[in-house]
């Protein structure tokens, strides 16, 4: 039974929401309890308002609670839960900030933006402050957790019941029978739902959001640092608020401008390449399971043969169900090799077990993300951001082209499948940036993963630039990656950008 929290967004979107190009992790899809500072806070969730804050001041206070960095202030920010309606209900966002060490030398203020969706600033900041150091000597590091978030914690419970057993349609009707069940699961959160956020979880909204924290914090224009997710409400908010933005380091984000179809199709190419790599360990490795077989198309033979007759398993937390070949392919590979290869041969001890009948290593995981991605709770924070295919025609063309992408992983996308009976209109569609009068930017991605979705966003600006690193993860400021660190506090310092081409090397 899943439970109301942060955590299921920002933990199952880490691994899964760009289509296991980014996961670090195959992390258990339980939610994870809202932290004790943030359970705690006599401010969170959502409370009718008469008037607007969003350009009062926010009253800073010290933090307290395990975990706190030194110095660490705690504030609050009330924002419409609907920006066409200012006086209408509100919600509260909490903050956190590290004032600057040399204030004489201040510059400004850096917010940062989560990705997840519903991943929170607020964690962010706490695990990366001891790596940012050097950034806060010239500038405020301020952490907020966004609607998303707290949508996670105060969703009503029927929106977290999965709508369907989310799979790939097999034909029209099919698709169109999905789509009824979840338009109505849609219908029964909104009608179950007493905040209003339903409705208004699209990046729009929360680039409008982070407007009110630049006029909180007082500032004629601010400094960003956006990861994954984030870089969608990172679009939008130059598309509302180009004049207002300093500078911008985008790492590892989500290019949702020109729609999610292109999003998934450059992230499957991704994890082909990585399915590539992983064959080549497992035949240099003797402590590979597979070792002596060519591993990846034992993986492809694996799929194929579980799209013919499913793997039936058992999982403690969710159950009986079924492994197909294709919720194996979209929640089963890991591309991550981890930490001294340690998540590739957890992966090649599964397979080698899966083709066998013993599908449990893939049992929880896989059966989680299932039914985690046809919950409304989840969708919701990305069905307006039009994450959904818009029809029948289009998903059938995108079967056609991510057979040529990414051959070993042929299919529907499962993220676009669970927001296809999204009932709302679609408040942030995908569609080009208008780029004039943007300062240049810094973009930051791993040459095994995420790197063409920055490059993709980045080159769009002029004079930009997309730092490589070569090796695996995902958003380098919070894996304490010390050279991409380097080069973030350089340029959102002096405003300088490295050298094109330039890559760090593997830490």
């Not at 349609?169 to 959160?189: I, L, N, S």
């Not at 909104?190 to 409705?199: I, N, V, Y």
């Not at 999610?260 to 994890?271: E, Y």
């Amino acid at each position: 039974m899943f439970r109301k929290s942060a955590g299921l967004a920002a933990g199952l979107a880490l691994a899964t929401t760009v289509t296991g190009l980014v996961a670090l992790t195959p992390p258990t899809v339980a939610h994870a309890t809202a932290t004790a500072a943030e359970a705690a806070a006599p401010h969170a969730g959502v409370a009718s308002a008469a008037a607007v804050a969003a350009a009062a001041p926010i009253l800073w206070r010290a933090c307290a609670g395990e975990g706190v960095p030194a110095g660490m202030e705690c504030g609050a920010l009330d924002v419409p839960v609907d920006w066409s309606r200012p006086r209408g209900k509100q919600v509260r966002l909490e903050l956190v900030r590290l004032p600057a060490t040399e204030p004489a030398r201040r510059i400004g203020s850096v917010l940062g933006v989560p990705g997840g969706p519903g991943g929170s600033g607020v964690e962010d900041l706490k695990r990366a402050a001891p790596d940012l150091t050097e950034l806060r000597r010239r500038f405020d590091l301020v952490g907020y957790r966004p609607r998303t978030t707290v949508w996670g914690t105060t969703a009503a419970e029927p929106c977290w019941k999965p709508g369907v057993a989310l799979r790939d349609p097999r034909d029209r009707r099919d698709f169109e029978a999905m789509a009824g069940a979840m338009a109505k699961a849609f219908e029964v959160c909104r009608e179950a739902d007493t905040t209003g956020l339903f409705s208004h979880l699209d990046s729009l909204s929360v680039a409008r959001d982070m407007e009110a924290v630049r006029r909180a914090l007082g500032e004629e224009r601010l400094s960003f640092m956006a990861n994954s997710y984030g870089g969608v409400a990172a679009a939008a908010y130059i598309r509302l608020f180009p004049q207002r933005i300093r500078a911008m380091y985008l790492d590892g984000v989500v290019d949702q401008t020109e729609g999610w179809s292109t999003v998934n199709l450059v992230a499957r190419a991704g994890v082909e390449g990585a399915l590539a790599r992983f064959g080549r360990w497992c035949a240099a490795t003797p402590a590979c399971a597979l070792h002596g077989e060519d591993a990846a198309e034992v993986w492809r033979e694996l799929t194929r043969d579980a799209d013919r007759e499913p793997i039936r398993v058992t999982s403690q937390q969710y159950g009986e169900g079924e492994l197909t070949g294709w919720r194996l392919r979209n929640f089963g590979f890991v591309p991550d090799p981890g930490p001294g290869h340690a998540r590739w041969a957890a992966l090649a001890e599964w397979v080698d077990k899966a083709r066998n009948g013993d599908g449990s290593g893939f049992a929880d995981f896989v059966l989680g993300n299932t039914r985690a991605w046809a919950m409304p709770a989840l969708l919701a924070m990305t069905c307006g951001d039009e994450r959904g295919y818009t029809g029948w025609a289009e998903l059938r063309k995108f079967r056609r082209d991510i057979r040529e992408a990414a051959p070993s992983f042929p299919g529907a996308a499962f993220d676009q499948v669970g927001c296809i009976g999204w009932p709302e209109p679609v408040a942030n569609p995908a569609r080009p940036l208008e780029v004039g009068g943007l300062p240049p930017m810094l973009g930051a991605g791993t040459l095994e993963g995420d790197f063409p979705w920055v490059e993709r966003f980045i080159r769009k600006v002029p004079g930009s630039v997309t730092l490589g690193y070569d090796g695996p993860g995902h958003v380098l400021y919070l894996s304490g990656k010390r050279c991409p660190i380097a080069h973030a506090t350089a340029y959102l310092t002096g405003l300088k950008l490295p050298a094109a081409g330039t890559v760090c090397p593997a830490e």
